[in-house]
């Protein structure tokens, strides 16, 4: 592990015998002191011993790049920058992403503190905490492989350098970090649904459905009221045309049909999940045993 680990930092500590003193902005002089303090002790503040590879770029983009200079802190505390890209991380639950993933309770903290070494590890967990952003919103946090061995190929990753670069030169982190997302229309439409059922969830969530026999066209139950409220949310029922009451009508037909329709089941199929619990439904009858209500917790 040992020996791993000095390959690993052989080429940085060659790097950094190369470059010797460096100059530095008024501004920066300190907090770029205390980088290249914490850069020559070789203190793994940027992760553990699997990332080691993440921490030997990023030294030497502050070490031979920029001269020790920071991206995100000046002397006289956190840039602008480092604000908006605290606010980026604290929005990424609207990408799907889970914010606490990007250290934000420690960033919150730290963004008060003043001394030059405080203001050099929030630069470098700033940067440690935008590499981990920016290549989760650009390749996803699970990995194709994971979800089915059918999809078991290698996402193209960004580099640490490459991701850390383009913030430097971004005048506006957000919009750089719209040119980190994909730009497929099948991803703006998960966003879409992930922005719909979180909606629905803030206001009360699928209403519950009692079980019971099988309902057929033309039946009337009380559990039609529900069922018509649960596809109006899905959107699969148009409101305007929904005469609303307890009667399985043609409308409500139609709107089995396409919610059938949406979710790739053909016209008689049992089921739309493999779930045990909730409600089917089929393009005859409605059948209580697994058309489950879509939870929050899935986004």
Do not use: C
């Not at 990023?58 to 840039?79: C, E, I, M, Q, S």
Request: net charge negative; proline share 5%; aromatic share 8%.
């Amino acid at each position: 592990m040992f020996f791993a680990r000095l390959v690993a930092y052989l080429p940085l500590f060659i790097l950094l015998w190369a470059v010797g003193p460096q100059v530095h902005a008024a501004e920066n002089e300190k907090v770029a002191a205390e980088l290249h303090a914490i850069i020559d002790s070789g203190e793994p503040v940027m992760g553990n011993q699997q990332s080691d590879d993440r921490i030997v770029e990023v030294y030497v983009f502050y070490a031979a790049d920029r001269n020790y200079k920071p991206l995100w802190v000046r002397d006289d505390g956190p840039k602008t920058k480092a604000r908006d890209v605290l606010k980026v991380f604290q929005d990424a639950g609207k990408l799907g992403l889970n914010p606490a993933n990007y250290r934000i309770a420690q960033i919150e903290r730290m963004m008060e503190l003043k001394t030059p070494r405080e203001l050099a590890e929030l630069e470098l967990l700033l940067t440690r905490s935008f590499i981990d952003f920016g290549r989760d919103i650009n390749r996803g946090v699970v990995q194709p492989s994971d979800a089915s061995l059918e999809n078991a190929i290698t996402a193209k990753e960004l580099g640490a350098l490459t991701l850390i670069d383009g913030a430097e030169n971004a005048h506006n982190i957000a919009d750089y970090v719209r040119t980190l997302e994909p730009q497929s229309p099948e991803y703006q439409r998960l966003r879409g649904a992930l922005a719909t059922y979180r909606a629905i969830a803030a206001k009360g969530g699928f209403p519950a459905i009692a079980g019971g026999p099988a309902l057929k066209p033309g039946m009337h139950d009380k559990r039609i009221v529900a069922i018509r409220e649960y596809l109006r949310l899905t959107g699969d029922l148009n409101p305007d045309a929904d005469k609303g009451g307890d009667l399985y009508d043609t409308d409500l037909i139609a709107a089995v049909k396409w919610f059938q329709y949406r979710h790739g089941l053909t016209e008689g199929s049992n089921s739309i999940s493999s779930a045990a619990d909730g409600w089917t439904m089929i393009s005859g009858p409605i059948t209580s045993s697994s058309m489950s209500p879509i939870r929050s917790s899935r986004w």
